[in-house]
């Protein structure tokens, strides 16, 4: 390891120790994560820490090769296929356009017949990472997640029986399947296809993971100090990992009530209440992954906040209890900019 990147990790390692202590309050046990309290565990702490920062946040793999299996490639033809929708004129990409950091940059999505979601859409892109799907986690995985907006009458307002027609319909899925599948055209092979496709969505090469894997010069110095207040006050508390974030549930509003200074409240602002129905699910939604996230405006799932300077104020305020500077939102923002990865060797664009 370089020198410039040990201090960085050294100092970090420090400054850390208070972030661990928030994570220990807010972080079920059975996360990786330190358990630094009582004195004599102090440097032993300060190890695990150093560990943790290291592990923190993991770099994107690059994929193996650059081409796309058979069933991934009949997977973006899918996903680019607006005959799957009810009306034949909505497909995914309509609303995870990759071109643009793998979302809509709308507030609610539109869907068919220009009907208006209850969520903003996340970006498709490293979804494979997130330990569940959707703002309420109510997909286990990305196979359960497929049906989701093919039914939702909001958005592809379709059904399966409709899917299974056009794609028997089109001789050159035909094709496709009889390779792929031994000629099977069903909800089955459809989400499989779809869900190859999915895991291919990866955005490698971000500045930031570029200096995780050693290269010091990839962020500046104002980006390293962004890094450096992210862990400070405990952001990466919630958002780390690979994705930093989609690793668990949290609740939107522990300082404050976000719900009720925003105004009026929607069902979708119940979160995981509506899957769970249990009191202490009102308001908690999976903590989203950072990922590109500075090319993926507006924020949160209401989509209530424009711009990612006030998204970070709000985090700031109902998360954690602090007013974030001027200073380190710029430096936060410079930070979560360097999140920003390539897909098909070209650097994501809002
Ligand atoms: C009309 C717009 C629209 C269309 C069409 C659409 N999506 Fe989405 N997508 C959304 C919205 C909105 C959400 C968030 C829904 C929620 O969390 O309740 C979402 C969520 C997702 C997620 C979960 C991401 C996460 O971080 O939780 C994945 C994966 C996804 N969509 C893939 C797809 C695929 C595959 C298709 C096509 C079969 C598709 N979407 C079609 C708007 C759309
Ligand atoms: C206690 C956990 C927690 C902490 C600490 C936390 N966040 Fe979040 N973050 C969340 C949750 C949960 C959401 C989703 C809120 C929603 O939309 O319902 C979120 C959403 C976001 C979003 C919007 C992402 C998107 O795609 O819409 C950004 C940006 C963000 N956080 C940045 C930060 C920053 C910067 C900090 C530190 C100042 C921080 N977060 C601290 C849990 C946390």
Redesign the pocket.
């Known amino acids: 390891m370089n020198r410039g990147r040990l201090h960085f990790l050294l100092y970090g390692s420090l400054t850390l120790l208070a972030a661990a202590l928030v994570v220990t309050l807010i972080i079920p046990k059975d996360e990786n994560l330190p358990s630094g309290n009582g004195a004599g565990a102090a440097s032993s702490a300060l190890a695990d820490t150093r560990q943790w920062l290291q592990d923190a946040i993991l770099p994107i793999p690059r994929p193996a090769e650059n081409t796309l299996s058979g069933k991934a490639q009949l997977g973006e033809k899918l996903?680019n296929d607006p005959q799957?929708s009810a009306d034949g004129t909505?497909?995914?990409a309509?609303?995870?356009i990759l071109a643009q950091g793998g979302d809509?940059g709308l507030r609610l999505?539109?869907?068919v017949g220009n009907a208006v979601?209850v969520?903003?859409?996340?970006t498709?892109f490293n979804?494979v990472f997130?330990f569940r799907?959707?703002?309420?986690g109510r997909a286990g995985n990305?196979a359960e997640?497929?049906a989701g907006?093919?039914l939702d009458p909001s958005?592809?307002a379709s059904n399966w029986g409709i899917a299974i027609r056009r794609v028997k319909e089109n001789p050159a899925y035909r094709d496709d399947f009889r390779r792929e599948y031994g000629g099977e055209i069903s909800e089955r092979t459809i989400t499989d296809a779809?869900v190859n496709f999915?895991v291919s969505l990866l955005t490698p090469n971000a500045p930031f993971d570029r200096f995780l894997n050693g290269d010091t010069t990839a962020i500046d110095s104002e980006t390293q100090e962004g890094f450096r207040r992210f862990t400070d006050y405990g952001c990466i508390s919630c958002h780390q990992g690979i994705g930093v974030g989609g690793n668990f549930f949290q609740r939107f509003g522990i300082m404050g009530d976000y719900f009720a200074d925003r105004g009026t409240t929607t069902k979708a602002d119940l979160g995981r209440y509506n899957i769970t129905k249990r009191e202490e699910d009102r308001h908690v939604f999976?903590v989203?992954s950072l990922r590109n996230v500075a090319v993926t405006a507006p924020y949160f799932h209401d989509g209530s906040a424009a711009t990612l300077d006030e998204a970070i104020d709000i985090m700031g305020r109902y998360q954690l209890g602090r007013t974030l500077s001027e200073e380190d939102r710029r430096y936060i923002s410079a930070f979560l900019k360097s999140l920003t990865g390539e897909y098909r060797g070209e650097a994501l664009q809002p």
């Open positions: 996903f799957l909505i497909s995914c309509s609303c995870h809509d999505s539109r869907g979601g969520v903003n859409a996340p498709v979804s997130s799907q959707f703002w309420d990305l997640q497929v907006p093919l958005e592809m779809l999915e999976k989203p």
